[in-house]
């Protein structure tokens, strides 16, 4: 049976990023524009919060302890322990309006995340992948709002959303460089009420999508089919990650940041909510192998 | 706030969620298939009644074990030892396109309830009020779609919605006689995504809750009428709102799996369930039975 819960009540202005970690059986999410890392169990306990000098666009945990961070301008790694962060590369300096967004590690370990248009109207956004030496390449360009990438189940496949545009991309992927190829639209919301957010590939190799300003998830199947729609208790919801000791449970962030005048009436919006019952597992997110 | 799938029946028009106090029970009503069910708060012990043709309603009776139906073809009276319905009267016996639908029991025992016409087209339905001495009183008329009568904490207002009019009303209501006037606009509902109103309840604060079918949404008003809370679903097509549970602080929402007419998209695996919200932080009021 279905049951939505609300795991935070933290009102998160733009809640990003949910991740289970299995290692350490513990639940970390984003706040882009608080800016910061939050960390708890399961019950909400075992809270930490790392809070970041500028907005946040998404985080891996790293092998070796902390995270890999992609903040506006670009690539960091931040220590758990001192909550210190390292510069490893600005992936967009001088030009005027992108930050980072949403980024995922692939199937061996690398960080795939991509820019957007801060005012989400010009396609200046790319998409770069940071390999385990801390190298950063540049994959895609031509984006307004990058969002969503996820990998099937075998890796060859890489999904991608531009939010601006509507769509989700489905790339062939390259497990062993790392590269990209042959992009065609995976899944088109020109005709939904909302458009594609995060988004993650669950055990069976559907694609999960969060149609934000919609409030639903979307289950696709791997032919970009419409699987499955499940409501959710907020019209902005932002990402999903499964977890949890069985990886049964899908994780759903969303934002409170007011849009179209109509938040201030959801009292949960941005909270971030566990939904059981789904009947689905998810895939536990490999750490950044750098 | 946690909302769970309660029980998962698939009702083709889940409708008329009514938690009875005295028997710590929830009510709920199939309208299309024509079938009464009655479960715990936690969704067990789940009983049923099958009705001789659709329902719009049902209304609790304080002597015996017995319910009000209104049924298409009338009020009839349930008997739920036997199963048996017994017709009480039919007030559109001469208008074979209506049945009449959503209705509630005021706090003096009157149970009110509005037809419809089932093309969702015409203004062919009524407003009636019928009496705990077999009494019926037509209130108002002109109506396509009866839904969400209830009434405010002091029985001063009642509210009721015509659900393709875009509005829910209010009218002055005497608790004495059971007569209304004055009807007026409560509130306009966001019928921007296609989305209407459905079944209503008052909760303890006097504060209206609606579920907005095909908007998947419950929306809470406040007594003059402005919009307070809302609650996105995980269906479109929820139907109607009840408080019930040992502490009335459970709000129970019906479904539909299958939408009367075909212009409406379908729903995903969680169509026609019953859903329970908890820690809203708001509890109901109890629903009276019918009856002197």
Same mark, same amino acid.
């Given at each position: 049976?279905?049951?939505?819960?609300?795991?935070? /009540?933290?009102?998160?202005?733009?809640?990003?990023?949910?991740?289970?970690?299995p290692?350490?059986?513990?639940?970390?999410?984003?706040?882009?524009y608080? $800016?910061?890392?939050?960390?708890?169990? #399961?019950?909400?306990?075992?809270?930490?919060?790392?809070?970041?000098? /500028?907005p946040?666009?998404?985080? =891996?945990?790293r092998?070796q302890?902390?995270?890999?961070v992609?903040l506006?301008? @670009?690539?960091?790694?931040?220590?758990?322990?001192?909550? =210190?962060?390292?510069?490893?590369?600005?992936?967009?300096?001088?030009?005027?309006?992108?930050?980072?967004?949403?980024?995922?590690?692939?199937?061996q370990?690398r960080?795939l =995340?991509?820019?957007?248009?801060?005012? /989400?109207?010009?396609?200046?956004?790319? #998409?770069?992948?940071?390999?385990?030496?801390?190298?950063?390449?540049e #994959?895609?360009?031509?984006i307004?709002?990058?969002n969503?990438?996820?990998?099937? $189940?075998?890796?060859?496949?890489?999904?991608?959303?531009?939010s601006?545009?509507?769509?989700?991309?489905?790339?062939?992927y390259? $497990?062993a460089? @790392?590269?990209?190829? @042959?992009?065609?639209?995976f899944?088109?919301?020109?005709?939904?009420?909302?458009?594609?957010? @995060?988004?993650?590939?669950?055990?069976?190799g559907y694609?999960w999508s969060?149609?934000?300003?919609?409030?639903? #998830?979307?289950?696709f199947?791997?032919?970009?089919?419409?699987?499955?729609?499940?409501?959710?208790?907020?019209?902005?919801?932002?990402?999903?990650a499964?977890?949890?000791?069985?990886?049964?449970? =899908?994780?759903?962030?969303?934002?409170?940041? $007011?849009?179209?005048?109509?938040?201030?009436?959801?009292? /949960?919006?941005?909270?971030?909510?566990?939904?059981?019952g789904?009947?689905?597992?998810?895939?536990?997110?490999?750490?950044?192998?750098? | 706030?946690?909302?769970?799938?309660?029980?998962?029946? %698939?009702?083709?028009?889940?409708e008329?969620?009514?938690?009875?106090?005295d028997q710590?029970?929830?009510?709920?009503i199939?309208?299309?298939?024509?079938?009464?069910?009655?479960?715990?708060?936690?969704?067990?012990?789940?009983?049923?009644?099958?009705?001789?043709?659709?329902?719009g309603s049902?209304?609790?009776? %304080?002597?015996?074990?017995?319910?009000?139906?209104?049924? +298409?073809?009338?009020?009839? +009276?349930?008997?739920? %030892?036997?199963?048996?319905?017994?017709l009480?009267?039919?007030?559109?016996?001469?208008k074979?396109?209506?049945?009449?639908?959503?209705?509630?029991?005021?706090?003096?025992?009157?149970f009110?309830?509005?037809?419809?016409?089932?093309?969702?087209?015409?203004?062919?339905?009524?407003?009636?009020?019928?009496?705990?001495?077999?009494?019926?009183?037509?209130?108002?008329?002109?109506?396509?779609?009866?839904?969400?009568?209830?009434?405010? &904490?002091?029985?001063?207002t009642?509210y009721?919605?015509?659900?393709?009019?875009?509005?829910?009303?209010?009218?002055?209501?005497?608790i004495e006689?059971?007569?209304?006037?004055?009807?007026?606009?409560?509130?306009t509902?966001?019928?921007?995504?296609?989305?209407?109103a459905?079944?209503?309840?008052?909760?303890?604060?006097?504060?209206?809750?609606?579920?907005q079918?095909y908007? +998947?949404?419950?929306?809470?008003?406040? &007594?003059d009428?402005?919009?307070?809370?809302?609650?996105?679903?995980?269906?479109?097509?929820?139907?109607?709102?009840?408080?019930?549970?040992?502490?009335?602080?459970?709000?129970?929402?019906?479904?539909?799996?299958?939408?009367?007419l075909?212009?409406?998209?379908?729903?995903?695996?969680?169509?026609?369930?019953?859903?329970?919200l908890?820690?809203?932080?708001?509890?109901?009021?109890?629903?009276?039975?019918?009856? +002197?």
């Open positions: 049976m279905l049951r939505i819960e609300v795991l935070s /009540e933290r009102k998160e202005k733009l809640g990003e990023g949910p991740l289970w970690d290692e350490g059986e513990r639940f970390y999410w984003i706040d882009s608080g $800016p910061a890392i939050h960390r708890s169990d #399961l019950k909400g306990g075992d809270a930490k919060t790392w809070p970041l000098p /500028e946040v666009g998404s985080f =891996a945990l092998r302890g902390g995270a890999v992609a506006q301008s @670009g690539f960091y790694l931040l220590d758990f322990d001192s909550g =210190a962060l390292t510069l490893v590369a600005k992936t967009q300096e001088g030009e005027r309006t992108p930050r980072m967004n949403d980024g995922k590690t692939d199937r370990g960080f =995340a991509g820019s957007m248009d801060h005012e /989400e109207s010009r396609p200046v956004g790319k #998409l770069f992948r940071l390999d385990p030496d801390l190298r950063v390449s #994959l895609d360009d031509d307004i709002c990058s969503g990438p996820c990998f099937s $189940p075998d890796g060859k496949t890489l999904y991608f959303a531009d601006g545009k509507a769509r989700i991309y489905a790339y062939d390259d $497990p460089t @790392g590269e990209i190829a @042959g992009r065609r639209v899944a088109s919301f020109e005709t939904r009420q909302g458009f594609p957010d @995060g988004a993650t590939v669950d055990a069976e694609l969060v149609e934000v300003y919609a409030g639903r #998830l979307l289950r199947d791997p032919e970009g089919a419409l699987d499955r729609v499940v409501g959710l208790p907020v019209f902005s919801t932002t990402s999903i499964f977890g949890g000791p069985n990886l049964d449970i =899908a994780f759903v962030t969303s934002m409170a940041r $007011p849009h179209g005048g109509r938040y201030h009436l959801e009292r /949960e919006a941005g909270m971030t909510f566990a939904i059981h789904l009947g689905v597992t998810g895939i536990a997110e490999p750490r950044f192998a750098g | 706030m946690r909302i769970e799938v309660l029980i998962d029946l %698939k009702t083709t028009l889940g008329g969620p009514l938690w009875d106090v710590q029970r929830l009510y709920f199939d309208s299309f298939d024509g079938r009464v069910f009655r479960c715990t708060a936690e969704g067990g012990e789940v009983r049923s009644w099958d009705l001789p043709a659709k329902v049902i209304a609790l009776r %304080k002597d015996g074990e017995g319910a009000i139906c209104s049924l +298409a073809t009338g009020f009839h +009276a349930l008997d739920f %030892k036997t199963g048996e319905c017994s009480i009267t039919d007030p559109e016996s001469d074979p396109a209506n049945r009449i639908n959503d209705g509630k029991v005021d706090r003096r025992g009157r009110v309830a509005g037809s419809m016409d089932t093309m969702e087209e015409g203004p062919n339905g009524a407003l009636y009020r019928l009496d705990p001495d077999f009494s019926l009183h037509r209130l108002d008329s002109g109506i396509v779609v009866s839904n969400g009568p209830c009434w405010s &904490p002091d029985d001063k009642f009721f919605a015509d659900t393709w009019s875009g509005e829910i009303w209010a009218y002055d209501y005497d006689t059971g007569a209304v006037a004055n009807r007026r606009t409560f509130t509902v966001d019928t921007s995504r296609g989305g209407a459905d079944g209503s309840t008052v909760d303890a604060e006097g504060f209206l809750w609606n579920a079918v908007d +998947a949404k419950l929306v809470r008003y406040a &007594p009428g402005s919009l307070d809370r809302v609650i996105d679903m995980p269906v479109n097509k929820v139907t109607s709102v009840n408080f019930g549970g040992p502490d009335m602080d459970i709000l129970f929402v019906t479904s539909m799996a299958k939408p009367p075909p212009r409406f998209p379908g729903d995903g695996v969680q169509r026609g369930s019953v859903f329970a908890y820690d809203l932080g708001v509890r109901g009021v109890p629903e009276p039975r019918f009856g +002197a």
